[in-house]
């Protein structure tokens, strides 16, 4: 059988065998672009994943610093001195008793317990659980009217310190 005649003109030539030189070189070619995209890889991997990440991490510092730097919203110790305050007695509990227990603690009241009647609402607490309750809120826990100390309260009416009572009403 004679070989088959390769036409130059068609294009058809067969490439020349590949020598052993030439199979070796290409594999370590090859394992060398492999490395390098390997550790392009690896190394743009924690690039990518901490780009992505960072928006995350910063969103919940920033969270975290706005709920330790906001200023609280509710009552100094000096503020809860200044709220009145009376031991509970038989003659408290027919007057101005809704309950007869805290609605924080859910303790019923006791003779001579220290209590707190807030003004603006009328609503009877142990002192106690109605302090730790200001601290937070300024506002009472049951009708959530907001608790003035006395000298916010006497502040409302005042519209000129050279007035006196309701005397600026008149003026307007």
């Keep these: 059988m004679t070989p088959p005649s390769h036409d130059s003109s068609r294009g058809g030539s067969l490439p020349p065998p590949s020598k052993p030189e030439d199979k070796f070189l290409s594999l370590i ?24 990440l960072l928006p995350l991490l910063l969103r919940q510092q920033h969270q975290r610093h706005r709920r330790h ?9 000096k503020q809860l001195k200044r709220l009145p305050q009376f031991k509970f007695s038989e003659g ?20 001579g317990q220290w209590c707190r009647n807030l003004v603006m609402c009328g609503h009877l607490f142990h002192r106690k659980c109605l302090d730790a309750w200001l601290t937070k809120v300024a506002a009472c826990p049951i009708c959530r009217t907001r608790v003035c100390s006395d000298h916010e309260d006497k502040n409302i009416w005042v519209f000129d310190s050279r007035t006196t009572d309701f005397q600026g009403l008149l003026d307007l």
Excluded: N, W
Aim: charged residues 15%; neutral net charge.
């Design 29 to 52: 070619l090859k394992s060398i672009i492999m490395t390098i995209l390997i550790s392009f890889f690896f190394l743009l991997l924690p690039l990518a994943s901490c780009l992505l």
């Design 69 to 77: 730097s906001r200023p609280s919203s509710g009552f100094s110790a």
């Design 92 to 111: 408290t509990r027919t007057t101005h008793l809704e309950s007869d227990s805290c609605v924080i603690c859910l303790d019923a009241f006791k003779e």
